[in-house]
């Protein structure tokens, strides 16, 4: 294809990717992108007044598709709770709409394009086509990572060539995903969800393990679309962001939320909290509460995804003073500067199931009780539930060969083997995970986690 084409042919593609789920989902896409488009033109074209003026049709307009379609029916909810509460006779009607994927991520990813041009980091994007391809790109359009315009707008317009490293590269990345995903994300993701159904069938060690279980499935499920999204782009010759840096070995909340999902914590500090703290001059410590509350409603519309981020933004606080704690080991002895560390990445991990279960229970009332039974039925029986021989293997082989690439020293968040330096036992890897996505791989349909949002 002609260079001067290849959008056209990019463009395609991702709407065909996005409308083959739900086709009329395509018009909220196509409408987020028109509005930005025209507003961050009229911006640049416009003095300061009428410049925020465009800003904030783009702002509320993006707001009011995600505030729409995804908080909607919990404002309503909790108006309904309300008043039957104080005896209403007239109570609003239920609403039930269905979530459109991804529009979280593109949501965020429009935005940030707008807010850049009328910060004058950049200047708008004229060629409409272009545009709408930034931001539908199929690879990390559904889940991200949530990349910024002034990276990835300005690839459309190189011109690629075809390149083999490209292949290799980008399809190691694919199949380490699929590997991920596929085989340990899902094989864990199967109990888990059996367990977090009937949390009253089981004893309080199968729930504290099914919660460590969900804190490892959410990662390696999360981190798999992105490697898949990585590798993808990488074969066309396109660079997306790392959106994860090995956040299991966090040492505090803090470094966890320098290692997670790292383009909405960017884009969080970079557009809201900054803004936040520039305009309302609030205790800083304030601002951080709030920043971690929107986190968590980011993620999902219930009150338990309130008191995940509330609890986070209390942890990120409380670890902002300890991570100076363990910063002071780096000047002592090697032993004294190793227990630190693993005192804090142990109380972090804690700190981490503890929040999980607000996360992964359906709502706040099963969380709570998911808590009260872990601690009122604690015993260190694990009778109550029967993990299939050919799961057992799948983890007690699969698992090893996932963390022994993790704790390599020269790890790279796009290049995950690449920090093994022997070649024989890269191959072997790569081997292994071609067999067992061949052998095990023969599953049903379970989506990513990160789909919902």
Do not use: C
């Not at 060690?205 to 679309?225: E, K, N, P, R, W």
């Not at 081997?431 to 789909?451: A, D, K, M, S």
């Amino acid at each position: 294809m002609p260079h001067k084409w290849r959008w056209a042919i990019l463009l395609v593609a991702s709407y065909f990717f996005y409308m083959y789920w739900r086709p009329e989902y395509a018009l909220l896409l196509l409408f987020s992108t028109g509005v930005d488009y025209w507003a961050a033109i009229r911006m640049h074209e416009s003095q300061k007044v009428r410049r925020k003026l465009f800003l904030w049709i783009s702002v509320a307009s993006n707001l009011s598709l995600l505030f729409s379609f995804k908080y909607l029916g919990f404002v309503n909810q909790a108006l309904r709770d309300t008043f039957e509460v104080f005896d209403f006779s007239a109570t609003p009607d239920s609403i039930d709409i269905l979530l459109p994927v991804g529009i979280s991520f593109y949501t965020f990813q429009t935005l940030s394009y707008t807010l850049d041009v009328y910060r004058k980091r950049r200047v708008p994007e004229r060629h409409f086509g272009i545009f709408a391809l930034y931001v539908s790109f199929f690879p990390q359009l559904v889940a991200g990572p949530i990349e910024r315009s002034t990276t990835l707008l300005p690839q459309f317009h190189e011109r690629k060539s075809f390149h083999w490293q490209n292949i290799i590269d980008g399809g190691r990345l694919v199949a380490w995903g699929l590997f991920k995903k596929v085989i340990l994300a899902d094989t864990i993701g199967a109990y888990v969800n059996v367990v977090f159904a009937q949390p009253n069938q089981f004893n309080g060690l199968v729930l504290l393990l099914m919660l460590l279980g969900f804190s490892y499935q959410i990662y390696l499920d999360f981190s798999a679309y992105t490697d898949i999204a990585i590798g993808s782009a990488r074969m066309m010759g396109y660079d997306l962001m790392a959106n994860f840096n090995r956040p299991a070995m966090a040492r505090t909340i803090r470094e966890f939320w320098s290692r997670w999902h790292i383009s909405l914590t960017s884009w969080m500090f970079d557009y809201l909290y900054r803004p936040l703290a520039k305009s309302f001059r609030m205790n800083w410590h304030l601002n951080i509460i709030i920043l971690f509350v929107l986190i968590g409603i980011w993620h999902g519309a219930g009150w338990g995804f309130v008191v995940f981020g509330l609890l986070h933004g209390l942890y990120y606080l409380i670890s902002y003073y300890t991570l100076d704690i363990l910063s002071v080991a780096e000047t002592k002895k090697k032993w004294q500067k190793r227990v630190l560390g693993q005192m804090g990445w142990a109380v972090t991990g804690a700190l981490l199931l503890s929040t999980a279960v607000f996360f992964r229970a359906p709502d706040l009332p099963s969380a709570l009780a998911y808590l009260e039974r872990l601690v009122t039925h604690f015993d260190w029986s694990l009778a109550t539930i029967k993990i299939s021989t050919m799961d057992k293997f799948i983890l007690a082989t699969g698992l090893p060969v996932y963390l022994f690439i993790q704790w390599q020293p020269n790890y790279q968040p796009k290049a995950p083997l690449a920090g093994i330096r022997w070649w024989w036992i890269r191959w072997a890897i790569y081997y292994f995970i071609i067999f067992y996505l061949i052998l095990f791989g023969q599953r049903g349909p379970e989506e990513f986690i990160y789909f919902q949002f």
